[in-house]
């Protein structure tokens, strides 16, 4: 009876939404299709929902929107998609999208809220024109979430190449190379090789690196 009783309530539903008139209507619909179906339990519910909704014919707008897996769309000011394979229905994610999103230029996506697999991105230490500099409390926070510190670059151009003045293994970097949290005592045992085929080491105080043109290019 479960299966019959979903069945029958989510089309009436459906058809009530198909009905409205005004947007506050709309609305209202929406939100009783969304809370039927999140009160389901039946087994079958997902083979229940496709046949239900193939009974309307093609559907367009807010209700392919909302029953096509992977779609992502905004409704009500809030932004709605998918994050799980067992979805039935398109949630509210905690994510905001830019102005411009669905016109193709400028596709930004920025996370509101720690949930359901999403989590706020840390800022980047960078700020723009003036030397970056950061706190020491901040250094094991930025790690783990795969960002070294940053320092100034440690080279600079001549005419016939770049010349490496200094390291910057403390932060996890013998060159701009990749960098994980073990990367300081990785790359002390194992320098890269193509500096070591392409590059002349000179010992000293710092280490230095002089570059050739045809390692840049």
């Not at 009876?1 to 009905?19: C, D, Q, T, V």
């Not at 039927?36 to 997902?46: G, K, M, W």
């Not at 403390?170 to 500096?195: E, M, V």
Request: aromatic share 14%; net charge positive.
């Amino acid at each position: 009876m479960e299966k019959i009783s979903f069945k029958r309530a989510f089309r009436a539903a459906i058809r009530k939404y198909l009905n409205t008139t005004f947007p506050r209507e709309a609305s209202r619909a929406k939100v009783e299709i969304e809370k039927l179906i999140n009160a389901t339990t039946e087994p079958n519910a997902r083979e229940t929902i496709d046949s239900v909704l193939a009974e309307f014919g093609m559907l367009t707008g807010w209700l392919e929107n909302h029953f096509t897996p992977g779609s992502l769309f905004t409704d009500r000011g809030w932004v709605f998609g998918w994050y799980h394979p067992e979805q039935l229905q398109a949630r509210r994610l905690p994510v905001k999208l830019s102005a411009t999103y669905f016109k193709g230029t400028f596709r930004k996506i920025e996370v509101t809220e720690n949930r359901d697999g999403f989590r706020v991105a840390e800022p980047l230490p960078f700020v723009d024109g003036f030397p970056v500099e950061i706190p020491a409390e901040k250094t094991h926070l930025l790690a783990r979430y795969g960002w070294a510190a940053a320092v100034p670059l440690q080279w600079h151009r001549e005419s016939d190449g770049l010349l490496v003045d200094r390291t910057i293994l403390s932060c996890g970097f013998a060159i701009a190379w990749k960098w994980w949290p073990a990367a300081t005592n990785y790359y002390a045992k194992y320098p890269p090789s193509p500096l070591l085929e392409d590059c002349r080491i000179e010992t000293g105080s710092d280490l230095y690196l002089r570059a050739r043109d045809s390692w840049l290019a």
